[in-house]
């Protein structure tokens, strides 16, 4: 699913935030991504995101090869993943339904189809009695689980996560964490960066380390 | 998808133009301050414009005849101007009734004439052209015939006074596209920093939809009809501005000028100009939601 070979990344003066990092992630696993903050977690999943391209090296998703990717073609290849941030990056204006039913919106789908299909994301997530509530209305609890359901509404192969937990208390952090093991199992790729080392004990995924950008552990 | 796609830039512009009214307001009278000085001069021009071709399809010209004109050369005279479409009357003046005429005109130097042993006023035939058949064009073309005529002195037809008003028609008119053009480009300026502004407030909402795989066109095509939306409304208030002004400057006119002037002359811009005054400033907003959209990439 997803291939990084000899994977680099350098910003500014030939500071490397990624250094040849080479990994492989299967199709349908649920992997970690670890290390201490600057490690390159971020990098790496912007990288993923092609909100950048590589310095030196590839990484290939699917297939596709996203440093070699136009800027319509990333826009398509974006279609086939979900993301879920530490922020959340909930469009505040918008209410919980309009929020997730805006991924099937862009895409095209009948009025009729984004509401059938948003709905059954929400009720799966045991939103639908908080689909008429604004963001701001919501707990971080809540608010991250909106966020996972804009990420599903469109059934991506790959879902990926940059702390997803970060801004939760344990309990909530391990509800989220179950969900993303519930999405797992039902065959999506799920790549989640994460410094808890509690919660990943927990799931007990493989876990890639990265320290000053290298690839230094592999579990 | 192209329904789609129009119906959701249309809703998130009108969206972003209610949230953002406060500066909305202020691009769309720039626009329309842009296009009530250009709407303006278009409107004084095409009134000239109406004028100068009305009276000079209007006019009168006159065929001064020489004193030794022969019978054959009158009857051809006379065909030629019964043939001539644009002839719609024309009136013989013998020599003795010009010297009548001029005796009831200039009494004082009356006198003078009287004196001179023989008259020296030609007779003439004054030709009333037909309005509707005729351009000045047209009329202009057949003076010069008749100035070739046997038998025919002069013809008065003179133009001069009508050129001099179409070219103060020209001359506002190239003035009002260029104070218009001033205007129009910081109308695209403001509506670009207006539709930069409501991109700017829409920021967190565009880089969600970019990490979502929202088509190019579907983040830039709002931001191009908030533009759009922007500068026909500024064309609109432009003409709902102009209009009552027209209205009360032709009351003006009427009450100064009286029956001087044909007011039946006197109209507003043509249904035309006036949906191309709002298509240009569609395509005004238009340029600016461009400029703004460039941003997104």
């Not at chain 1, 410094?195 to 579990?219: A, K, N, P, Y």
């Not at chain 2, 013989?92 to 005796?103: E, H, L």
């Not at chain 2, 609109?236 to 209009?243: G, H, Q, S, T």
Request: proline share 4%.
């Amino acid at each position: 699913m997803i291939e990084t070979s000899h994977l680099s990344k350098v910003y500014g003066r030939g500071i490397y935030a990624l250094r040849d990092v080479s990994v492989v992630i299967e199709k349908g696993e649920f992997v970690f991504l670890t290390g201490p903050s600057g490690a390159g977690k971020s990098t790496l999943l912007r990288l993923l995101l092609r909100q950048e391209t590589p310095s030196e090296g590839s990484v290939t998703v699917a297939g596709r090869d996203l440093a070699r990717l136009s800027l319509s073609q990333a826009q398509t290849y974006r279609r086939g993943l979900g993301f879920v941030f530490q922020d959340f990056k909930l469009i505040q204006s918008k209410t919980v339904l309009d929020n997730v039913g805006l991924v099937p919106r862009v895409l095209g789908a009948t009025s009729v189809q984004q509401q059938r299909r948003t709905f059954q994301v929400l009720k799966w997530l045991g939103l639908q009695h908080r689909m008429n509530a604004f963001p701001l209305e919501l707990s971080g609890g809540e608010q991250q689980r909106v966020a996972i359901a804009r990420a599903l509404v469109n059934e991506p192969s790959l879902i990926l996560a940059d702390e997803p937990t970060g801004n939760l208390d344990p309990d909530l952090s391990l509800e989220i964490m179950n969900l993303f093991r519930d999405i797992n199992a039902r065959g999506t790729t799920v790549l989640v960066a994460t410094h808890d080392r509690e919660l990943m004990r927990h799931v007990g995924r493989r876990t890639l380390t990265l320290d000053h950008g290298r690839l230094v552990e592999t579990r | 998808m192209v329904i789609h796609w129009f119906t959701y830039c249309l809703d998130e512009a009108f969206g972003s133009l209610w949230r953002q009214r406060g500066s909305v307001a202020f691009s769309v009278l720039t626009i329309a301050a842009a296009l009530l000085v250009l709407g303006g001069f278009l409107l004084v021009t095409e009134n000239l414009d109406r004028a100068v071709s009305k009276w000079s399809a209007a006019a009168e010209f006159s065929i001064y005849l020489r004193d030794d004109i022969s019978q054959d050369q009158r009857v051809s005279l006379n065909a030629l101007l019964s043939a001539h479409p644009v002839v719609a009357s024309r009136e013989y003046v013998s020599k003795a009734d010009a010297a009548q005429r001029f005796k009831r005109d200039f009494p004082d130097l009356a006198a003078g004439l009287l004196d001179l042993p023989q008259n020296p006023l030609p007779a003439s035939i004054e030709v009333r052209v037909h309005p509707r058949r005729a351009g000045a064009a047209a009329v202009e073309a057949f003076a010069r015939e008749l100035q070739q005529a046997p038998g025919v002195a002069d013809v008065r037809f003179d133009r001069r006074w009508l050129e001099r008003l179409g070219g103060i028609a020209t001359g506002l008119r190239w003035a009002g596209w260029m104070l218009g053009g001033v205007l129009i480009a910081a109308a695209v300026l403001t509506v670009a920093t207006v539709v930069r502004l409501a991109l700017h407030a829409r920021r967190d909402e565009v880089d969600i939809m970019q990490l979502m795989g929202a088509p190019i066109s579907l983040l830039r095509g709002p931001l191009v009809f908030e533009g759009l939306l922007q500068g026909g409304l500024g064309a609109l208030v432009a003409l709902a501005v102009l209009y009552p002004v027209y209205v009360i400057v032709r009351q003006q006119f009427a009450t100064a000028l009286g029956p001087a002037l044909d007011l039946a002359l006197v109209g507003f811009l043509p249904p035309g100009i006036s949906v191309l005054l709002v298509l240009g400033g569609m395509g005004v907003g238009c340029a600016g939601g461009f400029v703004a959209a460039r941003h997104v990439r």
